[in-house]
């Protein structure tokens, strides 16, 4: 079994930046995967990227590209997310999510943490 804890998730205005991070617990070793989604009030939960475990391979929403980066630790214990330029569309709960398979989709993700929020004031 694997435990996720996001941290870093609050309020920022519309233009500025947040690092969101992501502590893994137990079996990291079954995880080859790791990204976040997010899922705005109303809206159905999206992929907004992901990291190989070596980190060789990254996936990156449309949304978000050239704006966030995703990044981890050597130990592959911790994902980053680092988010800049934020917009008002950004405002979500974020969730990080890993798993076996390299996927954007979100049924692929047998882990979760609990969420985090992030709101972008315009």
């Known amino acids: 079994q694997v435990q996720l804890v996001e941290s870093g998730g609050g309020l920022v205005e519309a233009g500025g930046s947040l690092r969101l991070s992501c502590a893994a617990y137990?079996?990291?070793?079954?995880?080859?995967?790791a990204g976040w989604f997010r899922q705005a009030p109303g809206k159905e939960r999206e992929f907004v990227t992901s990291?190989?475990?070596?980190?060789?391979?990254?996936f990156y929403a449309d949304s978000v590209k050239g704006r966030f980066i995703i990044s981890k630790d050597s130990a592959w214990n911790t994902v980053f997310l680092q988010m800049n330029s934020l917009k008002a569309e950004d405002t979500a709960v974020y969730y990080c999510?890993?798993?076996?398979?390299?996927?954007?989709?979100?049924?692929?993700?047998?882990?979760w943490g609990p969420g985090t929020q992030v709101t972008v004031a315009s």
């Open positions: 990291i190989s475990r070596s980190g060789s391979t990254t």
């Open positions: 137990g079996r990291t070793s079954d995880i080859n995967m």
């Open positions: 999510a890993a798993g076996r398979f390299a996927s954007i989709v979100e049924n692929q993700y047998e882990y």
